[in-house]
Every structure is written in structure tokens, then in C-alpha cells.
């Protein structure tokens, strides 16, 4: 299914804040329903598709990893809960992985669509994971295939190549991105993107899918205000270039941004307690800064974050474990930050010393 054309692309991302061209989306409640506000929509890079200016991350549903909490602060009702949420509001773009939970992210998304929680129907991004023992392209579409099965689909909007290969599998990099190329021509997904790529490689991934016939529509990074590395180390001019869009995860910085932890307060739960912890009294001036800002629009730092990051142009991609973080995390669509209030919150984020986040994006 060839999506790319030779249009310039709906979106750029721009090394300073931009105002991304929008089109509008109504999703209804039910067949007698009014219609929900329109939520803006974004293309991904040439590819014609288009999703919601913000979505989700379900990194968090099944994990069973004990970062986030699964099976003790919250469990697969929760992530079923935040699911109808999503696609009540309208932010319909969900990523996931199939490495997400070992495969049980993959499976309750699908779950939850067949159980009909909703008629809005989610755009699927998943992940192929270049792990040492995949080595030639066709490990690409069988990783594809059975992605879809877990999620009980034929088709997904965006299938993404994980992290590029390393040491053992590192030359085939070129063979995982002619992977990709083949799921779009076998009709498995409507898209295809990368994650955490540096910009060279974004550069030739995207010179070689176009060489396929196909285009490369996002990358996916860290991104956040305490985290803007992709700024300074050419990822996001490399996108800009080839006509990428940027899909920033950790947007919140898992967590830090939403306002909610301070010095002598609570603190994250599990490992995220213990990398944060130190940090937290650092970024407070940030913090106000973030408060003040929303003010005016009765809007909260989570909410101003994420905004920030659509202003740049990228697609800002939180978590959501329940469906009371879905419902702020939707206040962060239908306006826009003033040049004004983004330069403000830029300086504020400049001044904080300490580095919050890694460098995948190097690698």
C-alpha cells in the first residue's frame, strides 16, 4: 500500500517553536451521540497518514517489569479504563512494542478492540525489536505478522524499528530497514518509522526506504523541556531535512513534568523513585514556571508540557496507566502556547544543570 507522495510534508520539525499546519478529526460517543470537539490531526512525515497532534504510550499496560507498578498501583482493568478514555477523547494514535509487557501490551490493545469498548478505532503503532538473532529482513515482516496476530488486526498504522542494531547485529541495519519497506509493499502496515536514531542514520534510513518506493515517516526520541538534546545534537534538523516527524517519548520525563512530586512530598514509585529522587528540588523553578504559564488557561504543567512539544512541531507520546491521567493528559490539545511563553519556559528549562535523560539518539 503506497502512501508517500511527492507532496512536501503536512509537518516539519522545527528546531524553534512553529505553528504545525492542522487538520480536524470527530470522533463520536455512539450512534445517537453529538460529536466530540475536534481533536487536531498531524501527517507523519509523506506518508499520508494522519493521527492525533498527541497520543499515548502503553509501555505501561501488562509490564510486568516492576518499573511502573503493574499488578500492584494498577492492573489490566485500569489500562482498559484509560483505553475507552483515549478513544472518547479522540487521541486515537497509541504506540506500543512487542517487547512492551513481553507481547501483553500488544495483547490487551487487541483485546480491547475486539470487546468493543468504543467505536472510534485506535491508529496502532508497534515495534520490531532488532534483537542479535534477527538478522536479515525477512525477520522484519515475521516479527510484523505476529505483532498483528497479538493485536488481532491485518493492518497497523505504523510499525517502527525499535533501536537500530548493535555489535552482533549491527550490519544489518540496511536488511531491517528493506524489512520495513516489505511490510508497507505486503500491506501489513501503512507505515513505517524508526526510534531512536541519530541523524545520520535518520538520513540514510530515509534515502533508502525512498528507494523502495516508500518513505520514512517518523523518529521516534526522547524529547522533552528537560530533555533537549535532539536540539543540539542534529536529530531534529536530520527530520526537518528529510521531511521526518519527530515523535517525542518521555515527554513528562516520566513523571517529573506533571508537578506532582516535590522535595518533602511523594516521590515516584519503584526504580523511577530512585533515579528521580535527587533531581526533584532541581527542576522546581521549571516547575513554577510551568504553573504560571497555565494559569491564565486553567491549565496544569503536565498540560503545558506536552503543548510545548507540540508547538515544536513533534508528536508528544505520555504514558497513561488509568483513565484519570488520560483526561489531563487530553487537556493538552485544542490551544496553543504563545512565542512568548514558549521562549519563557525555554529559558526556565536552560538553567537546570543537571542532565535528565540518556542520549539513545547517539547511539
Known sequence: MQLCGSRAPGTAVQARATRAPRRSIVVRCDAGATTKPAVDTIELGKSGLQVPVLGIGAWSWGDRSGYWGYGKEYGKEASS???????????????????????????????????????????????????????????????????????????????????????????SNDAYLEGLADCVEQGLTQAVGVSNFNAKRVRNAAQALTRRGTCLSSNQVQYSLLYRRPEQNGVLEACREAGVTLVAYSPLCQGLLTGKYTPDGPKPSGPRGNIYANKIREIQPLIETMRAVGQSRGKSPAQVALNWIICKGAVPIPGAKNKKQVDEIAGAVGWRLEEGEIAELERAADKIVTPLGAPFENW
Open 81 to 171: 479504563e484509560a483505553y475507552a478514555a483515549l478513544m472518547d477523547s479522540g487521541l486515537t494514535f497509541i504506540d506500543t512494542a512487542e517487547v512492551y509487557g513481553y507481547g501483553k501490551s500488544e495483547e490487551f490493545l487487541g483485546e480491547f478492540m475486539k470487546a468493543g469498548l468504543s467505536p472510534a478505532q485506535p491508529i496502532i503503532a508497534t515495534k520490531f525489536a532488532p534483537l542479535p538473532w534477527r538478522l536479515t529482513s525477512s525477520s522484519v515482516s515475521v516479527a510484523c505478522k505476529e505483532s498483528l496476530g497479538r493485536l488481532q488486526m491485518q493492518q497497523m498504522g505504523l510499525y517502527i524499528q525499535h533501536w537500530p542494531g548493535f555489535a552482533f547485529n549491527a550490519f
